[in-house]
């Protein structure tokens, strides 16, 4: 059987279609443009395509960029904003040992127990610092509270917000006088009793510590009536203030070194009449 043959028609044959193929080519040279052209337009299209996706990543990689760039911005900026804050309270504080004609220990508050109705605070000074059971803790803004237990190094801290918690105050400038209690419900509001009704109480008057309390001066700042009310049937105002320390915000208080007189306890501590 012979192979030639089919091979020979089968070059043949390719040779046929490439002349006819180059024959049409050379002349429909239009339509060879035309074909070129919707391949080019094609390409150009699947070209831009890529490379809008291309930029979209490079968009999508400067976003994320951007982003942690303003994660790293915030936090400086918040940091900053707290030294800030520190320094301005450690500050007020140095001007309040200064003016204060008490003997006054700084400290460090270490702990904050303030989201019940017993709540407490910790200082970084005890016993070795002179602080004792009893002695009022202070802030530039106002009173904080009174110390309650105390061992060598550390010392627990009953503040105004202690439904315990009691102190004697005078309204400025009425120089009337009340008991400063918290009740145990809104951390911004404390309330004065005993306040009769004939006073003129006003909003925004200013409540400081009486001096008839054992354990605080008097003249402490507590804080600044925010509303008052006469309850009918009563006799008695019913006062609320607005402390004038931030127990959330603060960070360093100062302890009195003065504990109460100890004749004075025992006398009031009598009944009257024995």
């Known amino acids: 059987m012979d192979l030639k043959s089919p091979l020979v028609d089968w070059v043949l044959l390719a040779l046929f279609l490439v002349a006819s193929v180059s024959t049409m080519a050379a002349q429909n040279r239009s339509l060879v443009r035309a074909v070129r052209a ?12 890529f490379a809008w996706m291309g930029r979209y990543v490079r968009v999508l990689e400067e976003n994320d960029e951007l982003r942690r760039e303003n994660i790293a911005l915030s936090s400086q900026v918040a940091r900053t904003r707290s030294i800030r804050q520190q320094n301005r309270e450690l500050e007020r504080l140095l001007n309040l040992r200064d003016s204060s004609a008490s003997s006054l220990r700084a400290a460090r508050i270490v702990t904050k127990d303030i989201f019940r109705r017993e709540n407490s ?42 439904t315990e918690f009691r102190v004697s105050a005078t309204i400025l400038p009425l120089q009337a006088e009340g ?38 001066p008097p003249g402490r700042t507590i804080g600044t009536i925010d509303s ?47």
């Not at 919707?38 to 395509?49: D, F, M, Y």
């Not at 009563?234 to 100062?254: C, D, G, N, T, Y």
């Not at 070194?257 to 501590?269: F, K, Y």
């Open 38 to 49: 919707e391949a080019l337009e094609l390409t150009a299209q699947v070209e831009s395509g």
């Open 121 to 162: 605070l910790t200082l970084d000074v005890g016993r070795r610092d002179s602080v004792a059971e009893g002695m009022p803790v202070i802030h530039e803004s106002g009173i904080v509270g009174t110390v309650m237990l105390v061992s060598e190094e550390y010392a627990r801290v009953m503040p105004y917000l202690n």
């Open 179 to 216: 008991i400063v209690r918290w009740d145990g419900e809104r951390m911004d509001r404390l309330i004065l009793d005993h306040v009769v009704k004939t006073e003129p109480v006003k909003k925004g008057q200013e409540v400081v510590t009486s001096g008839h309390s054992d354990a605080f």
């Open 228 to 274: 008052v009310r006469t309850p009918p049937g009563r006799s008695e105002l019913q006062i609320f203030i607005r402390p004038a320390v931030p127990l959330h915000e603060i960070r360093h208080a100062f302890v009195v070194l003065s504990t109460p007189n100890p004749r004075r306890q025992a006398l009031e501590q009598q009944p009257v009449g024995s």
